[in-house]
């Protein structure tokens, strides 16, 4: 078998089974949706967090402040219990950050993929275009050179 042509079926053979299927571009869709969806709400969470940080702080000022001028035992339990929730907004605040860095970089993946995807699909389509119109016209010059050399075969038989 002629090595160019069974390079050229093995061409036409990946371009068939290794393309970018409707279906998976969809799937990459909905989960670029869902990412970010999610970096939605985790973006949410780090402003409430940071908003219960402020009030927090805030509040602990002013309790530090009842207990300078004060100095009872309650005012001491106020100040360390605010202080306790404001350690505790701060570690939740922290990790919430962390999570939405992590999901930033996931929805830029998630982008970047769902863009390569989309990129291969384009240039498959391309491919198949361009590979289509040259042997549409290579198999039509084929058929007009094979009918011509029929109509001459015709003639001779008939000139004889």
């Known amino acids: 078998m002629n ?9 036409v053979e990946k371009l068939s089974t290794a393309s970018v299927h409707m279906g998976t571009l969809r799937a990459q869709q909905n989960e670029l949706k869902k990412a970010e969806t999610g970096l939605l709400r985790m973006e949410q969470r780090v402003f409430m967090g940071q908003e219960k940080v402020r ?13 300078k001028q004060k100095n009872t035992p309650q ?10 929730k404001l ?11 962390s999570r939405f860095r ?3 970089q996931i929805v830029r993946d998630q982008r970047a993929m769902y863009k ?11 491919a198949v275009a361009k590979f289509l119109k040259t ?11 094979r009918e011509k ?5 015709r003639r001779w038989m008939q000139s004889d």
């Open 3 to 11: 090595k160019k042509r069974s390079l050229l079926r093995d061409n």
């Open 135 to 145: 042997w549409e016209r290579d198999y039509d010059r084929e058929i007009k050179l």
């Open 55 to 67: 009030n927090l702080r805030a509040l602990l000022s002013e309790a530090r402040l009842k207990h």
């Open 102 to 104: 992590d999901m930033k």
């Open 116 to 126: 390569k995807l989309e990129k291969k699909e384009v240039a498959k389509q391309k």
């Open 87 to 97: 350690q505790l907004a701060l570690q939740k605040r922290n990790e919430a950050v």
């Open 149 to 153: 050399k029929a109509k001459q075969r």
């Open 75 to 84: 005012t001491k339990r106020t100040s360390e219990t605010v202080a306790k």
